[in-house]
C-alpha cells in the first residue's frame, strides 16, 4: 500500500522547488517517487515546466555552434590561401630510383603539372567547405536585387509593349 502524502512531504517539496531543485531531485532527496512529487506539486500550484531554460540553452548551443562554424570556415580560407600560395612558390621533389633504389631530389621553380592540380583541387575543396560552413555575405541582398531587377525588367517589358501599341 502506498505511503501517505503528509505536510513533511509538502514542506520538503516546497522548499526544495523554491531552490530549484528538478523533480527527480525532490524525489530522491524526500525518498519519494518523482510522481508522488508531482502530485505534491500540483496540488501545492508548482510546476516543473522547464521549457524556458531548455529554450535559452538551446539558443546558446546554437550561437555557440554558428561561432564555431564561422571560426572553421575562417581557418578553411586560410588554409586555401596557403595552398595556393604554394603553386608559384619552388619546391622540392625526391624519389627513390635507379637499380640500387637511391634517394635522389631536385629543386624546381614549381610544383609539377600533377601536383599544382593537386593543390587546386584541394584549394576548392577548402573554399568549398568553408562558403557551406559560411555562406559569402550578401545572400539576403543578392535576393532583394534579383527581386528589383526583376521588377525592373518586367516594367521595361510593359513599357516596350506599351510602346510598340501607340506606334513606337
Keep these: 500500500m502506498a505511503r501517505p502524502i503528509t505536510n513533511t512531504d509538502r514542506t520538503a517539496v516546497r522548499r526544495l522547488h523554491g531552490q530549484g531543485m528538478s523533480r527527480n531531485d525532490i524525489a530522491r ?3 519519494r517517487s518523482p510522481s508522488t512529487v508531482s502530485k505534491i506539486a500540483a496540488a501545492l500550484d508548482l510546476s516543473f515546466d522547464r521549457a524556458a531554460e531548455v529554450a535559452a540553452a538551446t539558443e546558446v548551443r546554437r550561437a555557440d555552434l554558428a561561432s564555431r562554424r564561422t571560426a572553421l570556415a575562417a581557418a578553411l580560407q586560410d588554409d ?6 604554394q603553386l608559384w612558390e619552388p619546391c622540392t621533389v625526391g624519389a627513390f630510383g635507379g637499380k ?9 621553380d614549381r ?5 599544382q592540380r593537386a593543390i587546386l583541387a584541394a584549394t576548392g575543396t577548402a573554399i568549398d567547405r568553408s562558403l557551406k560552413l559560411s555562406p559569402a555575405e550578401g545572400g539576403e541582398g543578392a535576393e532583394q536585387v534579383r527581386s528589383m531587377l526583376g521588377a525592373l525588367g518586367e516594367a521595361l517589358t510593359r513599357a516596350a509593349d506599351d510602346g510598340g501599341a501607340d506606334g513606337g
Excluded at 586555401?80 to 600560395?85: C, D, G, T, V
Aim: proline residues 4%.
Design 29 to 31: 532527496k524526500i525518498g
Design 80 to 85: 586555401a590561401e596557403k595552398l595556393r600560395a
Design 100 to 108: 640500387d633504389n637511391v634517394w635522389s631530389q631536385t629543386q624546381l
Design 111 to 115: 610544383p609539377t603539372f600533377a601536383d
